[in-house]
């Protein structure tokens, strides 16, 4: 049975959608500072990728068991996903303010794996929130106001970063096996933020009650003995996977080279920026931290008029021209000593940021069946990791063995990847009249 959902004004949508801005802000940091951090502590170069493998193995793991177990709660008082955001929030914060007194390496990579936890548990969910809330005509607005809180968050990661760096950072001298105090006040903000914004969706936005089938089998799930309750989420797992529609699986080989190369980006513009202007590690991570700043505030403007340019392209055309521009971007920036200058190919990969994080999911919401909305936004997760963990196994080898230990290459090995993701995404076909009705 469909439900027939109200409209939600623009405010209604914005609320709901304030969460991911401290999720996303936690992500920022990981994106931008826990690889420094990492150096600081003595890692090698090419050992960055297999000390990242927390993000994709958690998001494999947690994303899907908790999408299928979203699926199948319910609380009169908390609501369906509230309650695994809402716990992700708290654990996330935990782990933030814990993170930059790490004393050795291998203390900041076993909170790097909690922290992960806690983010995808809170992140999951809010994907399918959004699709549970809204009704068909108003999701396009919906996943692109998240990817708009996708590069406000980590646009406040990164420029925190870049600020603290900037006042307090020419002050301190490196010290090997030692974090900067510098560094310290960007994850306490993020602890703060986290938690904050996740009360904030949990106190405006009322979830909508399922229906009296899926109320059923709610109750029929919570009536059966624990050790098969334990197992519900796998087998729930196992039969979306073999239902799947063959969009996702489409969309699958576009995310394995999308989401790769982005790992290469994250873990190595730091290097990068260390080889090609002389910095210091501290410098290098707060240009990267310009670098990122840069592309999401590119990614907050240009996210809601994508909306429009995909009712009237198409989202697969658009999507497919905003990874062309990211591959530009990537083989440019090795090239440009300026480090301002640097910053420009970055408008090119925000676009590119903005559609990834918005058109993907407003395509799924679509094609997958309403009650086991959670779970296929955690296969779509799948999609994700999956391609990273693959990346933190055989990118340190390929980067020491095949590209010389050069972070040049590395980004130019990238850039090659989203040119054939954006082949891939031109194979991505969505019915036309779905996509008129959006708005």
Known sequence: MKINKPSLSFWQIFNMNVGFLGIQYSFGLQQTAINPIFLYLGAPEDMLPILNIAGPITGLIIQPIIGAMSDKTWSERWGRRKPFFLIGAILGSLCLFAFPTSPVLWFAVGLLWILDVGNNMAMEPYRAFVGDKLPEKQLSLGYQMQSLFVGAGILLANGSI??????????????????????????????????????????????????????????????????????????????????????????????????????????????????????????????????????????????????????????????????????????????????????????????????????????????????????????????????????????????????????????LFAGAFFVIAAFFTMRLNVDKKEEASEL
């Open 162 to 411: 870049v600020l603290f760096q900037y006042l307090f950072g020419g002050e301190s001298v490196e010290v090997a096996g030692t974090i900067p105090t510098w560094l310290y006040y960007s994850f306490y903000i993020g602890a703060i933020l986290s938690i904050t914004t996740i009360l904030w969706s949990v106190l405006k936005t009322p979830e909508i009650p399922p229906t009296s089938n899926e109320l059923a089998d709610i109750n029929q799930a919570k009536a059966k003995p624990f050790a098969e309750r334990i197992a519900l989420p796998f087998i729930e797992i196992s039969e979306s996977i073999k239902k799947m529609p063959k969009f996702m699986w489409k969309l699958g080989a576009v995310y394995l080279f999308q989401w790769y190369a982005l790992f290469i980006y994250w873990q190595y513009t730091t290097p990068l920026f260390k080889l090609t202007m002389g910095y210091s590690t501290g410098e290098a991570a707060s240009q990267s931290a310009q670098m990122s700043l840069t592309y999401n505030i590119v990614t907050m403007l240009v996210a809601l008029a994508l909306v429009p340019l995909t009712l009237k392209y198409g989202g697969k055309k658009v999507y497919a021209l905003s990874l062309v521009g990211t591959a530009i971007a990537l083989f440019a920036i090795p090239f440009i000593q300026d480090p301002i200058m640097v910053l420009v190919p970055m408008v090119l990969f925000g676009v590119g940021w903005a559609a990834m994080m918005g058109i993907p999911y407003t395509m799924v919401s679509k094609v997958v069946p309403q009650e086991r909305r959670g779970v296929y936004m955690g296969i779509l997760n799948m999609m994700i990791v999956i391609p990273m963990g693959v990346e933190t196994l055989t990118f340190g080898p390929i980067y020491k063995y095949l590209l010389g230990g050069n972070a040049v290459n590395a980004m």
